[in-house]
Structure formats: C-alpha cells, structure tokens
C-alpha cells in the first residue's frame, strides 16, 4: 500500500493548501525565508485545481484541514495551543478542530450504538441528545441511563473513520520513506520510525475498549490528585465503536471569557495544569497525551477535569528519572549534567565533546531565566534547539514523542490562560519532588528490594541452572580447565550478586 501511488496524496496536499488560500497563510506563519516561500508558491501553484474545495465558510487552514482528512485535522489540533507558534489569529482559526468539526446524523450514532450494545437507544437510554462535540474521529452525545438515571457522554465513532485514518497512515509512510531517500541526513531523526509510533497510537485510539481502559487506569492513577477530576467509564455501555462515561460539567478551558466571569484564577489554573501534567508524567509514567483545550473543562468548584482518553503516553521508569535531571538541571541551570545526563542515557554519541553541548544548552536555556514568558519566542527556542541535536547527531527518541508533543501543548494550553506563565517556575516543585523521592538512597533501596524479590522468584531454580550451566560446558567440545572455570565463574558471578544486595540491604535496613 505504501507505493508511488501515495504521491498522487501528497500533490493534493499541497494543492489543497493553495486551492483554499492557506498556503499563503502556512508559509507566513512558519517565518519561511521569502525565497523558500516564493519557491513552494510556484510549485503548488499548478496544482491549484487538483485541490479538495473544502467548506468555504471555513478560516483558509482550518478549511483545507478538514477537507484533507483526520490525521491532519490532529496535526492542526496541535498547533492551536501555540499562538507564539502559529500566531493568535491562526491560533484562533485552529481551535474549532478541537471538539466544533461538523457532526454526522444523530441517527447514523444511533444505529452504531444499537448494533454495538445490542439494543436500541430508547432501550438502553431516557434521553439521548444531538451531538454536543463532534472532532477528528469521533463525536459525543448527552444521554441518562434508563436503568440508573445517571448523566453520560456516549462517545461513538465517525463511519468510515478506519479506512480513512489508514488512508492518512498510509501517505505518512509514504512519505517518511521518501524523504529518508533523498535527504540521508535526515535519517537520524528516524521519521519512519516517528509515522510507525504515530501509527500506533492513533490505531488505539480507535479502538474505544481501549480508551475505556485508559480511562479506568488514568482515574485510578489519580484518585488523590487534588483539583483534578477524571470521569469513570461504564464498562457494560462500552465497545470497540461506542464508549460511555460519566458526564463531565464544567466550562471549556480554552473559554477564558467565561471561566474569569466564574471567578475562577486563570493563573493558577495554569499553573495546576503544567503540574499535573508533570506528575502525571513523573510519579506515575502514564499521563494524558492529548491535553488540549477542548479536552479539558473547569469544574464549577474549581477543578479540571479531563476527557477524551484515546491517546495515552507511557514511559518506563528509568527514561523518567533521564526525564527528570534533564528538567532539574535546566531548572537549575546545571548545564553541564544535562549535557552529562544526555551523554550517559546515550542520547548524545560519546565521541562528541560534552564541553561543546554543555555550552550550547546554555543558549538554549539561558534566555529563559528572568524574563516573562511573553517576551519568549517559543518558535525561535525550538528552532535553535533542533540545530543543536543536528549539530551533535542526537537520534529522535521514539520513546519520547508523545512525552515532547505533550509538554508543547500543555504549556500552549497553560499560556493561553495566563500569559506570564512560566513553565520552569512552576514545573520546579513537581521535579524536585520527583527527584527526592526516586533518586538517591530511597530509589536505591527499592531498586534493591525489587532485585532481591526478583532473586526470590528464581531461588528454587538456582541450583537447577547451575547445574544445567555445568551440564552445558562439560558438552562442549573445550579444554577440561576451561570448561572449570567457565562453571565457576558462573557461580561466582551469580553468588557475587546475591552478597552484594544482601550486604547493601543490611546497609540500609
């Protein structure tokens, strides 16, 4: 499927892009040198008639997005928490992605709901709304459980919405392969591998058992988090194509007229969001991946609460921990250990020169410290650090796609509630917290309990697996003092192991 015919897709994005007037608008907002701009006018330019028309009532992105399909509708989902980006106006244009596309017929959900649960709406259902959001993938109704009374959001997806997704999934890879071929320097930054991870999540995302259980893992998760709120999924209204959860009240987060008019603090929402993030990220190594406006409201108490569980991020404890002295050392102004911790994790080759990449994370994050987030360009900041991990042939860390995107849009979201936001302030207590807690003699004592215990699981087949390492070198074919020594510095190594947890347990304990 990933054949030439894909290039037939990607001449019609461009040529969408011209055909609604928003090419113009795309080149101007990235800041293009105007060589760079005039040269992708004239190549999209005689395309202009093999573009996709669009809704004409539409802003010109906005319009050549949605007529392009899901997966662009998401990237355009992105680049509206980021008005220092994109700009306010184009920022503005992009938000209707976020939960206001056009909805199909309620009858369309209706029947979807039927054949997937086994019964009709009015059997299952008291009331059942017209659709209340309607995004990329899927739209939401309001209903009452007929049984219960309880209010639900009834989460169905678009028909078609597969195929068309695969569709998008498939002109990526596409794509991905093809600039690999033609730009060999651009294969450090792994982009088949970034379209496989997308791939992935996205793939999820249209599954909603899938999401039913994220949500279910995210609420337990976060049952103490103060200020925050995650609504429960009832399992037995739930399938692959229909999910249902309690119903979440409150007022949008990207309607900042309205949550000042509640009396709410926009500050400090801004703030809580940026940290529960982080925590999320942090404590847990699961965190809600797709957090922007239109999957957020404020609770008439003050609370956030989050919605919308397709795309959850998952990182393993020991990248959180890499995570964690990166932030403090920026926070800190430690430059030198976030260039030493990056050598370590090996994200950097070790035949660079740590001296070099220690002073250039210091431009990146010298101009940050004393200044209002306002006056700092976030564009210009992602633009240098980009040259820094080409300059110093850093890879793109798969694993922490989601984790980077995510903290974009959370500071977006954050920025756009307060302007004198600043990310490193408020991200200073949740990391240190972090960093107290699982770096240093406590992490080493649950390190080694953990080891101990995995030991354990394997204590009664010890003696069989050195006896079957003995076995083993005695049938190779080698000299009888090489095959002595082999067995025993297994069981030298195996023993020197176990004495050294014990010894550093009895330290500690």
């Known amino acids: 499927m990933r054949g030439p015919h894909n290039i037939w897709r990607l001449i019609r994005t461009g040529a969408t892009f011209e055909r609604t007037g928003a090419m113009k608008i795309a080149l101007e907002a990235m800041d293009l040198p105007p060589r760079l701009r005039l040269a992708a006018r004239v190549f999209g330019w005689p395309f202009k008639w093999l573009g996709y028309r669009g809704d004409p009532a539409l802003p010109p992105i906005t319009r050549a997005l949605t007529a392009l399909g899901p997966a662009y509708i998401k990237f355009g989902q992105v680049l509206s928490t980021r008005p220092d980006v994109v700009g306010e106006e184009l920022s503005d244009q992009l938000r209707v992605l976020q939960d206001k596309l056009p909805p199909f017929p309620t009858e369309i959900a209706k029947a979807t709901v039927a054949s997937e649960l086994g019964q009709s709406v009015d059997a299952i259902f008291s009331e059942f709304s017209e659709p209340v959001a309607a995004a990329s993938i899927a739209q939401v109704h309001h209903a009452r459980v007929a049984a219960s009374g309880d209010d639900v959001a009834v989460k169905v997806l678009r028909p078609g919405i597969e195929r068309a997704f695969r569709k998008d999934l ?45 949500a279910s893992e995210f609420a337990a998760n976060t049952a103490n988090d103060t200020g925050f709120q995650v609504p429960k999924p009832f399992w037995f209204l739930s399938s692959r194509r229909v999910m249902t959860l309690g119903w979440a009240e409150g007022i949008p987060l990207g309607d900042v007229d309205a949550i000042k008019a509640a009396g709410h603090d926009c500050n400090a929402l801004a703030e809580r969001v940026l940290q529960l993030f982080l925590s999320h990220a942090l404590r847990d190594g699961y965190f809600h991946a797709d957090m922007h406006q239109g999957n957020l409201k404020v609770a008439a108490n003050g609370d956030i609460i989050a919605y919308d569980f397709g795309i959850m991020g998952q990182i393993d404890e020991y990248t959180r921990r890499v995570y964690a002295e990166i932030l403090m050392g920026f926070i800190r102004r430690d430059y030198r250990r976030v260039a030493e911790v990056h050598f370590e994790a090996g994200y950097v080759p070790r035949d660079r020169d740590i001296d070099e990449f220690s002073r250039a994370l210091r431009a990146v994050g010298e101009p940050i410290f004393g200044m209002d987030a306002t006056h700092i360009s976030m564009a210009r900041l992602l633009s240098y650090l980009f040259e820094v991990t080409e300059r110093f042939g850093m890879e793109t860390r798969t694993e922490l796609i989601l984790l980077q995107r995510t903290m974009v849009v959370v500071e977006g979201v954050a920025r756009s509630l307060s302007d004198h936001v600043n990310i490193w302030q408020v991200a200073g207590p949740v990391v240190e917290t972090y960093i107290k807690q699982n770096i240093g003699p406590q992490a080493l004592l649950r390190d080694l309990v ?37 067995g025993s510095l297994g069981l030298v190594v195996l023993g020197a192991v176990i004495a050294a947890v014990c010894f550093a347990l009895l330290r500690y304990l």
């Open 170 to 214: 498939d002109a990526f890879h596409f794509a991905a392969g093809l600039i690999e071929l033609l730009s060999p320097a651009s294969r450090r930054l792994r982009p088949s591998d970034v379209v496989r991870h997308f791939e992935g999540v996205v793939l999820g995302e249209l599954d909603l058992r899938l999401e039913s259980s994220a």
């Open 450 to 486: 953990r080891t101990v215990r995995v030991l354990g699981r394997f204590g009664p087949r010890l003696p069989q697996l050195a006896e079957g390492l003995l076995i083993r070198q005695n049938e190779t074919p080698a000299p009888p003092p090489r095959r002595s020594i082999l």
